[in-house]
C-alpha cells in the first residue's frame, strides 16, 4: 500500500477496492515504525487523521468525492492548520495553535484530503538542511547520517520513506526543489501568485510560494489542481484561469526547445551530475525536444542577491514576534524592552537571529542604497535575462543541485558553503518563475534532481515534460533500502 502513488490510490478508491480508513491505517502504522528514526515530523495527528478517514469514506458512499477525497497528506509545518500545532520549526510558535487553516490546507481538507501530520523544516524555513529546526535534525532516508535538504526536509523524507503518499513543501530560494532532489521524489515550485500564502507563514513574502512535494509529476499535477488558483485573501494571488495539470500529461514533446546554460556546468558541479544531466536531455531529445546552448551570465550574482532580499523581508516579517500577542513569552519579563529582547532572544535560533541581523543591517538608513537597492536591482536584471532566455527556448533544463546530499553537521559552521547549495534553484525565486526538480540518477548510490524552469504560469508544461520524462525512465521509482523493509 505505502508505495503507490496518489494517482494509483485514488483509483483505488474510486474502484472501492480500499477505503481511506484502510490507506491512512497502513501509512500511520508506518510512521509509528519508521519515523522515530527520520524525525520527519513535528506533529502526528492520529485520531484527527482516523477521523477524517472516516468522513472521507462516507463522502465516497454518499457519492460527493473528489478525486483526492480520502488521500493522505502531510503539510509542512510552515501552513497554519486549524486547531493543529503550527510551530514553523520554531521554539517562538512551540505553543501556537493556528485558529484559521491556510488557503492551501483548506482547500486539501475541502478536497476530502486527509492530514496525517505536519512535517519538520528549518526553523522559519531558512536552510539547506534542515539542520536548523527546533525540533532537531531530519535524517535523509538514503542514508540517516546524510541531511534530507532543506527546508521542506521533513516532507522530502516522509515522501521519499513512504510515511505519506504525499506532501506540500515551501520554496523561497529552492526548499521544495533541493529537498525533492536530495531525497529523490519530485517537486514542484510554482509560479509566484499562482498558490495562496494566505495562513503560510511568512519568511521573505516577495519569493516564498507553496507547492507538492510527490513521487510522480502525475501526482503533483492532481494536487496542483486542487492547492492552485487565485485567493482574494493574498493580495498577491493571481487572477487567472486554472487549467486541468493533469490533461496535458500526455502531450507530445515533439518541437519543444530545451535551452541548457553553460553556467550551470561550471566548476562547483560535480561531475557525475553533470553526466547525468546531459544523459537525461539526451532523453528529452530522443523523444522529441531540441537542445540549445544558452546563457544566463547573472547566475552567480543571484546568491549573493538573495541573501540581501530574503534577510532584509525576514527581518521585517519576524518583527511581529514580539512576546506580546502570541508565540513565546519570557519569563517574568521587567518591563517591556525586557519582553521584546529577552522573549525573541530565548525562542529564535542563530540562523533566524543571523538573518534578522543582516537583514536589519542591510534596510537601515545608510546602507539601504548599497545593499538592499543595489541587490534589487540585480534581481531585476536576472529577471531580464531569463525573460530573453525564454524568448528562445521553451524551457531550461540543468541540475537542481551542484552536488548530492552531504553528511550532517558537515556545513552548520560555514554558511556560506551552505549558501553555496542555492545556486542553480534561487534565481527561479527572483524572477518568480515556475521550476520543477525531477529524479534523473544516482551517484555513489544518493539521488540526482534535474531542474527543468518556465515562464510564468507554465507548470502544465513542466509536468508534462517530467511526466514524459518518467514514462521512459525509472530513477522516480527507485527507493531507499529502508522502503524495502516491512
Ligand atoms: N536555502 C535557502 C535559504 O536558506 C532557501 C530556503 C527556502 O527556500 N525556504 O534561505
Not at 509542512?76 to 503550527?86: A, H, L, N, P, S
Not at 495562513?199 to 513574502?205: E, I, P, T, Y
Not at 526547445?257 to 544523459?279: C, H, M, N, W, Y
Not at 546602507?367 to 534589487?376: G, H, M, S
Request: contains cysteine; glycine residues 8%.
Amino acid at each position: 500500500m505505502h508505495d503507490k502513488t496518489i494517482t494509483e490510490l485514488s483509483q483505488l478508491l474510486e474502484n472501492k477496492e480500499t477505503s481511506s480508513q484502510e490507506i491512512t491505517q497502513s501509512f500511520l502504522e508506518r510512521m509509528r515504525i519508521i519515523d522515530p528514526h527520520l524525525n520527519a515530523f513535528i506533529t502526528i495527528n492520529e485520531d484527527y487523521a482516523l477521523q477524517a478517514a472516516l468522513d472521507a469514506d462516507k463522502r465516497r458512499k454518499d457519492g460527493n468525492a473528489q478525486k483526492l477525497t480520502g488521500i493522505p497528506i502531510a503539510h509542512k509545518d510552515i501552513f497554519c492548520t486549524r486547531g493543529v500545532k503550527t510551530s514553523c520549526g520554531s521554539h517562538m510558535l512551540d505553543n501556537f495553535i493556528s485558529p484559521y487553516d491556510a488557503t492551501v490546507t483548506k482547500r486539501c481538507k475541502d478536497a476530502g484530503m486527509v492530514l496525517l501530520g505536519k512535517t519538520n523544516m528549518d526553523e522559519f524555513a531558512m536552510g539547506s538542511s534542515n539542520e536548523n529546526s527546533f525540533y532537531g535534525y531530519v535524517h535523509n532516508p538514503w542514508n540517516p547520517e546524510l541531511v534530507p535538504g532543506g527546508s521542506s526536509g521533513g516532507s522530502a523524507a516522509a515522501v521519499a520513506a513512504s510515511l505519506t503518499p504525499i506532501a506540500t513543501g515551501t520554496d523561497t530560494g529552492g526548499s521544495i526543489r533541493q529537498p525533492a532532489a536530495f531525497c529523490g521524489i519530485t517537486g514542484l515550485k510554482p509560479t509566484y501568485g499562482r498558490v495562496s500564502r494566505f495562513g503560510m507563514v511568512a519568511f521573505a513574502s516577495s519569493l516564498d510560494q507553496g507547492g507538492p512535494l510527490s513521487k510522480t509529476a502525475a501526482d503533483a499535477a492532481l494536487l496542483m489542481n486542487v492547492i492552485a488558483g487565485f485567493d482574494p485573501q493574498d493580495s498577491t494571488s493571481v487572477d487567472t484561469s486554472v487549467p486541468d495539470y493533469t490533461a496535458t500529461l500526455n502531450d507530445s514533446l515533439q518541437g519543444l526547445r530545451i535551452g541548457i546554460p553553460k553556467e550551470f556546468f561550471s566548476d562547483g558541479l560535480d561531475p557525475e551530475i553533470a553526466t547525468a544531466i546531459q544523459v537525461a536531455a539526451k532523453e528529452l531529445e530522443k523523444l522529441g525536444a531540441s537542445l540549445h546552448d544558452i546563457s544566463l551570465p547573472n547566475t552567480e550574482l543571484s546568491v549573493p542577491a538573495y541573501y540581501i532580499i530574503a534577510p532584509a523581508e525576514c527581518s521585517s516579517n519576524l518583527a511581529r514576534y514580539d512576546g506580546v500577542r502570541y508565540g513565546y513569552r519570557c519569563e517574568e519579563p521587567k518591563n517591556l524592552d525586557d519582553l521584546y529582547k529577552r522573549s525573541r532572544s530565548e525562542a529564535f535560533g542563530d540562523e533566524v537571529k543571523r538573518r534578522i541581523m543582516i537583514g536589519t543591517y542591510a534596510l537601515s538608513a545608510g546602507y539601504y542604497d548599497a545593499y538592499y537597492l543595489k541587490a534589487q536591482k540585480v534581481r531585476r536584471l536576472i529577471s531580464q535575462e531569463y525573460q530573453n532566455a525564454l524568448q528562445q527556448v521553451d524551457v531550461i533544463l540543468g541540475p537542481t543541485t551542484p552536488t548530492t546530499s552531504f553528511a550532517l553537521g558537515s556545513k552548520t559552521d560555514d554558511p556560506i558553503s551552505m549558501y553555496l547549495n542555492d545556486i542553480y534553484t534561487i534565481a527561479v525565486n527572483l524572477a518568480g518563475l515556475p521550476a520543477i526538480s525531477v529524479p534523473a540518477g544516482f551517484a555513489q548510490k544518493l539521488p540526482i534532481g534535474m531542474q527543468l524552469i518556465a515562464n510564468h504560469f507554465q507548470e502544465a508544461k513542466l509536468l508534462n515534460i517530467a511526466h514524459q520524462y518518467q514514462q521512459v525512465t525509472d530513477w522516480h521509482k527507485r527507493q531507499p533500502e529502508m522502503n524495502h523493509q516491512g
